[in-house]
């Protein structure tokens, strides 16, 4: 069982900057990966960006691409979402996730975190 622990959400004006914090811990292992999604009001969840921690390997949702970076700290097993150039369309619930990085699919979530940004 693996355990999620987020933080870094709030409030931001736009063009701002923010950074996301997903912290795992319990039964983790090298071949884990780790992405967030984010969902806003009336909204399906939708996919931001994952990461792989034995290769580093990243990927983005094109609505972030040039935005948003995704990367680790394997000493942590922490993993961050650093948000620049925020726009009131970025606003949602974010949620962190993991899973086996052979698959696509995620087997855990956390509680999410808030995102608001003003235009």
């Known amino acids: 069982q693996v355990q999620l622990v987020e933080s870094g959400g709030g409030l931001v004006q736009a063009g701002g900057s923010l950074r996301l914090s997903c912290a795992a811990s319990g039964r983790t292992f090298s071949s884990i990966a780790m992405g967030w999604f984010r969902q806003a009001p009336g909204k399906e969840r939708e996919f931001v960006a994952r990461i792989t921690w034995r290769g580093g390997n990243t990927y983005y949702a094109d609505s972030v691409k040039g935005r948003f970076t995704i990367f680790r700290d394997s000493a942590k097993d922490t993993v961050y979402l650093q948000m620049n150039s925020l726009k009131p369309e970025d606003t949602a619930a974010y949620y962190c996730?993991?899973?086996?990085?052979?698959?696509?699919?995620?087997?855990?979530w956390g509680q999410g975190t808030q995102v608001t940004v003003s235009s």
């Open positions: 996730a993991a899973g086996f990085d052979n698959t696509w699919s995620y087997d855990y």
